[in-house]
């Protein structure tokens, strides 16, 4: 069992920073792909990063590549989404979520699912 808590989102002003964290109790083995999802209103929830927990490769929405950062800590069994030069249309609800089945794009194939943290970028 692995529980999810989101936190670090807020409003900021277009081109401006956010980081978010994303702190697990429980296990978390070598082979869970952590991901981060978003969801804009009457929006599908999309894929935005990911990464491996064990060997750290990392993965990207063309749409955020060059300007976010996903990183985590074994130490502080926290994953974390490092969101630069933000845009208005980066504007949603942020989810960390976690596929104990390895590298998924879709957030049908993910076993937890933190409650999720809301980022605002007004432009």
């Known amino acids: 069992q692995l529980e999810l808590a989101e936190s670090g989102g807020g409003l900021v002003q277009a081109g401006g920073s956010l980081r978010l964290s994303c702190a697990a109790s429980?296990?978390?083995?070598?082979?869970?792909?952590m991901g981060w999802f978003r969801q804009a209103p009457g929006k599908e929830r999309e894929f935005v990063a990911g990464?491996?927990?064990?060997?750290?490769?990392?993965y990207y929405a063309d749409s955020v590549k060059g300007r976010f950062t996903i990183s985590r800590s074994s130490a502080e069994n926290t994953v974390y989404l490092q969101m630069n030069s933000l845009k208005p249309e980066d504007t949603a609800v942020y989810y960390c979520?976690?596929?104990?089945?390895?590298?998924?794009?879709?957030?049908?194939?993910?076993?937890?699912w933190g409650q999720g943290t809301q980022v605002t970028v007004s432009s």
């Open positions: 979520a976690a596929n104990r089945g390895g590298y998924s794009r879709m957030h049908s194939e993910y076993d937890y």
């Open positions: 429980g296990r978390i083995y070598s082979s869970t792909f």
């Open positions: 990464i491996r927990w064990g060997v750290g490769n990392t």
